[in-house]
């Protein structure tokens, strides 16, 4: 069991093919039907818009108010080792989620209406225009200045000090907006938009 669990890839493998076993136990007749690929991709769209946002939660509830507290010395292990990794997964996650969201509004035949903010996609389309500015600070603001705080670009110790700022500041932003964003996914499905 150690063997198995304690290495991640093998975990992977293990939740996959439980995944399959779920997928074609309940599925197994409409995966090739038309439709299928709707309800697999808003899978694959929350699994890794969990792995994007549970990131941003993790720099904002842990990390972040975390770091003053760690001695000095320690302080490397993060800046050096945890931190490039989790960016790494952060900001690939935020590029999948908006991938794979804009595939299900095409599925859904709803992708240019709820772009424009179309009756009635408005409530989805304002979530996607949110996750979309979310994206846009994890790839333009946020990555670009963790990049010269952690010292992965070479800056002096005043500029990664101003980039560490703008970096936590656009953090928090995306916290703030990821609220209203979460409740435009979850009920345009349940509830409807406007
Ligand atoms: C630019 C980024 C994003 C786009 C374009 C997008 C697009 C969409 C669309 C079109 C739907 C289907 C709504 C419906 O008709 O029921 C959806 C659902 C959903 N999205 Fe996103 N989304 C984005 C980001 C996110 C993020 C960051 C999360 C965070 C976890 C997320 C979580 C969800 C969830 C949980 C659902 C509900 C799935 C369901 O009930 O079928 N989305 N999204």
């Known amino acids: 069991m150690a063997k198995l669990l304690g290495n991640l890839n093998t975990a992977i493998l293990l939740g996959t093919a439980l995944l399959l076993i779920v997928l074609f136990g309940f599925h197994g007749n409409i995966v090739a039907a038309e439709g299928y690929a709707n309800g697999f991709f808003r899978f694959l769209h929350v699994l890794v818009g969990i792995m994007w946002i549970g990131l941003l939660y993790y720099f904002n509830f842990v990390q972040i108010p975390t770091m003053p507290k760690v001695p000095a010395e320690l302080k490397p292990a993060v800046s050096k080792y945890i931190a490039p990794e989790a960016l790494f997964w952060f900001r690939w996650a935020a ?4 991938v794979t969201g ?3 509004s095409m599925l859904s035949g709803y ?5 424009t903010l179309q009756s009635p ?3 989805i389309g304002l979530g996607m225009w949110l996750a979309i500015i979310m994206a846009i ?3 333009f603001v946020i990555w670009p200045n963790q ?5 992965l670009v070479d800056a002096d110790a005043d500029t990664k000090a101003k980039a560490a700022t703008t970096a936590m500041l656009f953090s928090r932003t995306n916290t703030v907006l990821s609220l209203p964003m979460l409740y435009c996914m979850v009920t345009q499905g349940a509830l409807g938009g406007a």
């Open 137 to 139: 600070n994890v790839w």
């Open 102 to 104: 804009l595939i299900v």
């Open 95 to 98: 590029l999948a989620t908006v």
């Open 121 to 123: 996609y408005r409530l």
């Open 147 to 151: 990049k010269k705080a952690l010292g």
């Open 111 to 115: 992708m240019i209406e709820a772009l």
